[in-house]
């Protein structure tokens, strides 16, 4: 193998690939195939598998496999603007300057899966903003069920249904793409997995979209590709997933209208005095306004603002990192909070306008604390 490549192509190369490993730094390998004018620099996780391609003057083709981490320490110290790389007995060698690294190869029978058939494209904007709005409210803790840790995507149509739920909250998004032919089906990521792929494509220009390459009949993996980059998660039984699509209403019968950056300035005020994970808001409504307070032995808080009330009035207490979290990624500009008499959940939606429709794009449920 011989060949020449930009140092900050091959940099990003090997930053994205070694991304996608889990294995101890003892463990983890990366491969280095040339062939043609492309070079790809492959990973393969126990959960992630990773390609990313980029353009070299291919002088003799050839692969090699070398230990992940000291092949990204090296690679990201090179200084010059292109960088040789060949192997030379048992070696790589990537010169830049007066700079040399060696690189020893691995005896390894690196397997990269297979891909399962494109389904269509989303641009990339549109998918960081679902994953953004759904991966948010799956559990973080360790114990829980891997179907609570995990992003449910549910292709329909032209759209993508992103849910993701810990128990207490729930988030929904619908996002549009462009499916190559009526695809149905639904696969359930790792939410942080989901959370780094889609961050990998967060710079990316629409003009390049994100292609979704999956079996609907036999999901065990999905692909994400685009402008040369390419990471394969494993999928988790999408039986296992809670089912939450029962627990979104078309009609409540309490509706409570605030002015979004108004509200959310309060509550974050108001719960300053307390621990965001632990303690909880209250929240009174009646006609014309809400009262919000928390309290805890040291200190007091309470403020009230606008509202409009439809219905009768009612206390809850919410969680204030749930709310804090959930508004905040809500654009509208006034928010909808919507339930049943018996308070049980409270749905939250934004809004244009007081008089407005809530957006159904992007739905948040909540459980009350105490509920």
């Known amino acids: 193998m011989q060949l020449s490549v930009a140092t900050a192509d091959l940099k990003d190369a090997i930053t994205w690939a070694k991304d996608a490993l889990s294995t101890s730094k003892d463990l983890a390998k990366i491969k280095l195939e040339a062939s043609g004018n492309r070079l790809k620099v492959k990973a393969v996780g126990r959960e992630q598998s990773a390609c990313y391609t980029v353009p070299a003057r291919i002088d003799e083709s050839g692969e090699a496999i070398v230990w992940a981490d000291l092949a990204f320490k090296g690679i990201q110290s090179l200084p010059s603007e292109y960088c040789p790389l060949e192997t030379e007995g048992n070696e790589v060698t990537a010169r830049s300057g007066g700079f040399v690294l060696r690189l020893t190869q691995v005896e390894d029978d690196m397997q990269f899966p297979d891909l399962p058939q494109i389904q269509g494209t989303i641009l990339p ?30 292709f329909r149509g032209s759209e993508i249904i992103f849910t993701a739920t810990n128990r207490y909250r729930l988030a929904r998004y619908v996002a549009k793409w462009s499916p190559e032919k009526e695809c149905k089906g639904t696969a359930l990521i790792n939410a942080s997995i989901l959370k780094s792929v889609s961050n990998s494509f967060k710079g990316e220009s629409d003009g390049a979209p994100v292609r979704i ?16 980059k390419l990471k394969t998660v494993q999928l988790a039984d999408p039986a296992t997933f809670p089912d939450t699509e029962r627990l979104f209403k078309d009609d409540y019968e309490v509706n409570i209208i605030v002015e979004k950056s108004r509200f959310l300035s309060t509550f974050k005020r108001v719960a300053s005095i307390v621990d965001p994970k632990d303690d909880s808001v209250h929240v009174d409504v009646s006609p014309a306004k809400a009262v919000l307070s928390a309290h805890n032995e040291r200190a007091q808080a309470k403020e009230t603002v606008d509202a409009a009330l439809i219905g009768r009035a009612e206390e809850m207490d919410f969680s204030p990192s749930y709310v804090i979290e959930g508004l905040s990624l809500m654009n509208p500009s006034y928010i909808r909070m919507r339930m049943q008499e018996e308070v049980k959940i409270v749905e939250f939606d934004g809004q244009e306008g007081r008089d407005g429709n809530p957006d159904s794009f992007f739905r948040y449920l909540l459980t009350p604390v105490g509920e």
Not at 217 to 224: Q, T, V
């Open 125 to 154: 904007s549109d998918f960081v903003s679902a994953v953004q709005r759904s991966a948010f409210a799956a559990s973080r803790v360790s114990d829980d069920p891997e179907s609570l840790k995990s992003v449910k995507m549910e």
């Open 213 to 228: 390459a999956f079996d609907p009949e036999n999901p065990e993996i999905i692909a994400f590709e685009s402008a040369g």
